[in-house]
């Protein structure tokens, strides 16, 4: 495995610690994802040997050569992370472990359909687009709660957490209010009950943003170029 990754990996640890050390949180509590859309299947291998587990991609097409290779075998955990299309989701469910992208309920019903056919339960995060830009997916703020109470009926989907993506900053410090409105949200949703379970989990946070989104409250963040790097 390269040096720069286990510099890269190390240096990600301290500055999550120290983002944990501010907010009075526990280290342990925040999961690191490896973002590996941007590398190919060799740096991937060595994401994984560099004591890294939790593998993210966004797109099943980029994904498939490297589930295929290590996935299959039972190496990593995989997360998908990027917008579904309903026609991926046979490819999906039954190879990942969690959905960080669930936004529509004509998805999560073929997650569910898919699931149930496997017989498994689906960890799934909702996406929900606080910021409000048009580029971005993820449901409208104002549509979760029912969301979230319509999901209940779906058995082979368990609602985690939240999910959501910030604006790109040049100052991170501007992310800040999105990863606290969706820590909001999320315990909105828990004081109504809107859940089978409470939602524990806040999967936020990128390579430009992760130290505020964990001085938020993040408990998954997902992390590509500051930690994987990009190739080609
Ligand atoms: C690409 C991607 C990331 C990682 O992006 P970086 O800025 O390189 O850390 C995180 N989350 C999602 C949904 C992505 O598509």
Redesign the pocket.
Known sequence: MTRTLLEAKSEVERRIAEACRRAGRQPEDVNVIA?T??VSLSRTESVLRSGLLHI?E?RWQDAKEKWEALGEKGLGIWHF??HLQTNKVKEVVGRFHML??LDRMSLAKEVDKRASQLGVTLPCFVQVNVSGEDSKYGLPPEELFLFLEELQALRHIEAVGLMT?APHEDDPERTRPVFRELRRLRDTANENGSCRKPLMHLSMG???DFEIAVEEGATWV??????VGKEE
Do not use: F, Q, T, W
């Open positions: 973002v859309k941007y993210g966004n992370i990027g960080h992208s993506m990128m390579s430009n997902r992390l590509g170029s500051v930690l």
